[in-house]
């Protein structure tokens, strides 16, 4: 009859830390972001060409003072909504389709801590995304001001907001749905969204709609600290956190893993 010494098993199997499952799961979710050619398009290339080209070539009039003043903040908006809304709508509804998220459903990661993972892999990817546009603005003459916490705050609520509305898209919608959805939203709130175009520019009907919109009401707010040295913007921080609660209520509510 044989017996086993201790330690023949060790590391006896088991799920890693909470923490380490996390980590590992955001490290692969930002690898994977990062090396998808539509998702750079999007998160990277996008609002640079933009920046640049808007900043250099006057095409719209975007009022007294400097044109990069005015659009640096629009652009900064725009790269959170694409990273958080768009890019995500579009990967985890196609990681719907191919059963990815089921077969995630059944690992040891509870499905709180895989959403975890997607939002640190959206945040540290929106870093390099401010650090990027921040530098290319200094270049073309940007003069920031205002309080950087304020900034943060309404970067981190139009986080909130886009990515529960990205995820109510991906978990709801089919995947070819979600893509043509996810890219019109993109376009339509480039355009009315505040972010090239003032929304001054628009009538007096449409700028009350257009100004309760997330990406409206993000651009606005980061305008006016960025570009007028203002306060706290209570307004568009209020706009924010109600589709921040609306938008990850819902997405909690009827997103579908399968």
Same mark, same amino acid.
């Given at each position: 009859?044989?017996?086993?010494?201790?330690?023949?098993?060790?590391?006896?199997?088991?799920?890693?830390?909470?923490?380490?499952?996390?980590?590992?799961?955001?490290?692969?979710?930002?690898?994977?972001?990062?090396?998808?050619?539509?998702?750079?398009?999007?998160?990277?290339?996008?609002?640079?060409?933009?920046?640049?080209?808007? +900043? $250099?070539? !006057?095409?719209?009039?975007?009022?007294?003072?400097? @044109?990069?003043?005015?659009?640096?903040?629009?652009?900064?908006?725009?790269?959170?909504? +694409?990273?958080?809304?768009?890019?995500?709508?579009?990967?985890?509804?196609?990681?719907?389709?191919?059963?990815?998220?089921?077969?995630?459903?059944? $690992?040891?990661?509870?499905?709180?801590?895989?959403?975890?993972?997607?939002?640190? $892999?959206? #945040?540290?990817?929106?870093?390099?995304?401010?650090?990027?546009?921040?530098?290319?603005?200094?270049?073309?003459?940007?003069?920031?001001?205002?309080?950087?916490?304020?900034?943060?705050?309404?970067?981190?609520?139009?986080?909130?907001?886009?990515?529960?509305?990205?995820?109510?898209?991906?978990?709801?919608?089919?995947?070819?749905?979600?893509?043509?959805?996810?890219?019109?939203?993109?376009?339509?709130?480039?355009?009315?969204?505040?972010?090239?175009?003032?929304?001054?520019?628009?009538?007096?009907? @449409?700028?009350?709609?257009?100004?309760?919109?997330?990406?409206?009401?993000? +651009? !606005?707010? #980061?305008? !006016?600290?960025?570009?007028?040295?203002?306060?706290?913007?209570?307004? !568009?921080?209020?706009?924010?956190?109600?589709? $921040?609660?609306?938008?990850?209520?819902?997405?909690?509510?009827?997103?579908?893993?399968?």
């Amino acid at each position: 009859m044989s017996t086993t010494t201790a330690g023949t098993y060790t590391p006896k199997p088991g799920a890693a830390p909470l923490g380490r499952m996390i980590a590992a799961q955001a490290a692969l979710e930002t690898k994977m972001l990062l090396r998808n050619g539509e998702q750079l398009l999007l998160t990277v290339i996008i609002p640079t060409l933009l920046l640049v080209l808007f +900043s $250099s070539v !006057d095409i719209v009039d975007t009022g007294p003072g400097e @044109a990069v003043d005015f659009l640096a903040p629009g652009v900064l908006a725009l790269a959170v909504m +694409s990273t958080a809304f768009t890019g995500q709508a579009i990967a985890t509804g196609f990681e719907r389709r191919y059963g990815v998220l089921k077969r995630l459903a059944a $690992s040891p990661l509870p499905r709180w801590g895989l959403m975890t993972a997607k939002t640190v $892999s959206v #945040l540290v990817t929106e870093v390099l995304q401010v650090v990027l546009l921040t530098v290319i603005a200094f270049a073309l003459g940007w003069s920031p001001h205002g309080n950087p916490f304020v900034v943060l705050l309404l970067l981190v609520l139009g986080t909130a907001a886009f990515s529960g509305l990205g995820l109510l898209m991906a978990g709801t919608l089919k995947a070819e749905a979600t893509l043509a959805a996810a890219n019109l939203v993109f376009l339509l709130l480039l355009v009315g969204g505040g972010v090239i175009v003032p929304l001054d520019r628009f009538p007096d009907a @449409a700028q009350t709609v257009l100004g309760l919109l997330p990406i409206s009401a993000l +651009s !606005d707010g #980061l305008r !006016d600290v960025l570009r007028h040295g203002a306060g706290m913007p209570w307004g !568009d921080l209020g706009i924010l956190a109600v589709w $921040s609660v609306a938008g990850l209520a819902a997405a909690g509510k009827f997103f579908r893993w399968e």
